[in-house]
């Protein structure tokens, strides 16, 4: 009986391990606070302002899907390994929502950058060795007047 506590556990990190070996460099919208990216990126008020628009709907989104995993998490038999594996399954189902959700969203920004801020962008993500989105910058002026 003590091994089945243990197994909820042990299956949540074996389905969910891949998802932390993450690859992609993501922005993080939604999830680091929005001023932080507004400051790195240096974005003007019509950028800073759709972002936190796409903030919002990413933490609604998650909020939704939270709920998901809650209702399943109450619902779903967990009395057996296979009933456990089939809980887990149904987890990494939410779990690549989630992520893909955030991929979209950090995308839907980084179309808002100009060529500097997404240079500033494929800068961060050679630094921490991520594979970074690729898009085509808007031909935006700068937020920062020439000196």
């Not at 969910?16 to 932080?36: P, R």
């Not at 950028?47 to 399943?72: D, G, H, P, T, V």
Request: aromatic share 10%; net charge negative; charged share 25%.
């Amino acid at each position: 009986m003590a091994k089945l506590l243990y197994l909820p556990i042990f299956i949540c990190l074996f389905y969910f391990e891949g998802s932390l070996a993450q690859k992609d460099c993501i922005l993080g919208v939604g999830i680091t606070e929005d001023k932080i990216l507004i400051d790195v990126f240096q974005m003007n008020e019509q950028q800073a302002e759709q972002m936190m628009n796409y903030s919002a709907e990413l933490k609604y989104r998650n909020e939704l899907l939270n709920n998901q995993a809650e209702n399943i998490l109450k619902r779903h038999p967990q009395s057996s390994e296979a009933e456990l594996i089939i809980l887990a399954e149904k987890y990494k189902v939410i779990r690549d929502s989630m992520e893909t959700v955030q991929r979209m969203i950090d995308i839907r920004t980084l179309k808002l950058f100009n060529e500097k801020q997404y240079m500033r962008y494929l800068e961060l993500c050679e630094e921490a060795f991520r594979q970074p989105f690729r898009i085509i910058p808007q031909v935006i002026q700068d937020s920062i007047p020439p000196k």
